[in-house]
Each structure stands twice: as C-alpha cells, then as structure tokens.
Nanobody
C-alpha cells in the first residue's frame, strides 16, 4: 500500500510555470512507476506523463511534450511535474498515480494502482 499526496498547484498566468510535487509513503516507492494525469471540468481524466522506477525512462502526452518534465527523487519518495509555458487549456485537477507492476509506461489510468487526491492548477489568459 502507498499513499500519495500532491502539492504545488495554484493560479498562474498563461506562459508561466508551476512545479507539482507528489509525496509518497511506504518503502516500496522506488520500485513503482509513477504517472501524472489531469481532469478538466466536464472532461475525462487524461494522461500527462509517466516515469520509470529509476527515472531513466519517461513518456509524455503530445499536448505537453516539450513544456512539461516529469522527474523523481527516490531518496525523498517524491515525483515532480515541472510545467512551463502554461496555457489556459492546462487548467485541471492534477493527480499523481503509482503503478506497481513491472513493464512499460502506461497512459491508461486503469493500469495504475494508487492515486492521490489531486491538486488544482488554474491558468488564466
């Protein structure tokens, strides 16, 4: 079992930056693949980015590629999402998730076993 707590959300102007953090409990964090998803009002939750247990592999949604960077610090049990050049369409609740199964990085939320409560990101135009 792992518990995930996101932080770092807020209100930012278009073109600005935010860094989200996701702190995980449990000693097995370093063995999990981690992902970020988001859900905008009236829309389904969508994949944003994922990272392997070592941090050596990443995957991004096309909509954020080149603007967002996912990273992790296993010593701190934390995964990050650096978001640059933010757009109003990035407004959403952002969730981190953990995938305990070995294998490729998945963009499908049903592949993830544990979820945080989410943090709101609002980008004003």
């Amino acid at each position: 079992q792992v518990q995930l707590v996101e932080s770092g959300g807020g209100l930012v102007q278009a073109g600005g930056s935010l860094r989200l953090s996701c702190a995980a409990s449990g000693r097995t964090f370093s063995s999990y693949k981690m992902g970020w998803f988001r859900q905008a009002p009236g829309k389904e939750r969508e994949f944003v980015a994922a990272i392997t247990w070592s941090g050596g592999g990443t995957r991004y949604a096309d909509s954020v590629k080149g603007r967002f960077t996912i990273s992790r610090d296993n010593a701190k049990n934390t995964v990050y999402l650096q978001m640059n050049s933010l757009k109003p369409e990035d407004t959403a609740v952002y969730y981190c998730a953990a995938d305990k199964v070995l294998g490729p990085l998945f963009a499908t939320e049903t592949r993830y076993d544990y979820w945080g409560q989410g943090t709101q990101v609002t980008v004003s135009s």
